[in-house]
């Protein structure tokens, strides 16, 4: 079995693999208090209650958390007897990295444009990733990654309307009945959702124009499936995307 490990802002998202096939997802929230030793034994004890393959072949790391990347090479040398590989810019994976700092390029990022190109291999992709932040991501048809916004994520978005106000209540992050609203939760679920869905159209608009081509557009995280229908570009929804090009990567790099 590979286990792959998304080490995002709000949540670790982990992906268990045999033979090339994702049998089962564990998502936990990401806690930089916690020792290897507690997520080698939570990790254990899922593998244990799924029923998976023991044998732990792998680890695959992307993390954007750099206090826990040390954490899970260690639970990783502990499950696999080995190195973790880390996803990172100078991993030989066909793809130029056309920015000013390849190094700085969060490892999620470059999971996501590598699963893209796979999807996309003869067209521009941008994928979109509501995570903690709401990322951008841009591969040319060419495989290379030439930057993307970064802005806020939906959800820390809404919680500091909340936060910062005394008369705003916490939203449930739904799609909203109303554009206009009658009421103030309607109203805000308006304003953060389908602002987002303009935000993101905007966005894609302006790739494009800078580009002077078509992009094509795939959006993933935790939440990306309320903006289904509410972004009239994102063409393609998948959460597991980072997880499933985590596990690509892997393959290209292990030459399956
Ligand atoms: N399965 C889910 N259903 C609904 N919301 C989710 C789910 N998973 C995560 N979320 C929410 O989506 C947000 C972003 O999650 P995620 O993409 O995991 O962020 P990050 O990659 O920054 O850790 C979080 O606020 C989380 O609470
Ligand atoms: C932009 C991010 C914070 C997104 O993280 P997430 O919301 O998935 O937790 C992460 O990809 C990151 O730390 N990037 C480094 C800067 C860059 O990619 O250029
Ligand atoms: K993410």
């Not at 029923?51 to 790391?61: F, M, P, R, T, Y």
């Not at 990783?76 to 700085?104: C, H, Q, T, W, Y």
């Not at 002077?212 to 393609?236: A, C, D, F, L, P």
């Amino acid at each position: 079995m590979v286990i792959t490990v998304d080490i995002g802002n709000t949540n670790i998202v982990f992906g268990f693999f045999e033979k090339g096939m994702l049998l089962n997802t564990l998502r936990i929230v990401t806690d930089s208090g916690r020792t290897s030793d507690e997520y080698r034994l939570l990790l254990l004890q899922f593998i244990r209650e799924e029923k998976l393959h023991g044998n732990v072949e792998d680890v695959v790391i992307s993390s954007v958390v750099p206090s826990l990347t040390p954490v899970f090479r260690a639970v990783a040398r502990k499950m696999a007897g080995r190195d973790a590989i880390l996803i990172n810019s100078e991993l030989p994976i066909g793809i130029k990295f056309d920015v000013d700092e390849p190094r700085f390029v969060g490892a999620d990022r470059i999971c996501d444009i590598f699963e893209a190109h796979k999807l996309f291999p003869n067209e521009n992709a941008v994928t979109v990733d509501f995570g903690t932040a709401t990322t951008f991501s841009v591969i040319t048809k060419d495989g290379r990654f030439v930057g993307g916004p970064i802005t806020i994520g939906v959800l820390p978005a809404s919680t500091e309307l909340f936060r910062k106000t005394a008369q705003l209540p916490r939203i449930e992050l739904v799609k909203p009945k109303s554009a206009i609203g009658r009421n103030t939760v309607e109203e805000m679920q308006s304003g953060v959702i389908n602002g987002f869905g303009g935000l993101v159209d905007r966005l894609i608009e302006l790739i494009e124009e800078e580009l002077g081509e078509k992009v094509r557009v795939i959006g993933t995280g935790g939440i990306s499936h309320i903006m289904e229908g509410v972004s009239k570009r994102i063409e393609i929804f998948d959460k597991l995307l980072t997880i499933k090009g985590l596990y690509s990567i892997y393959e290209y790099v292990k030459g399956k």
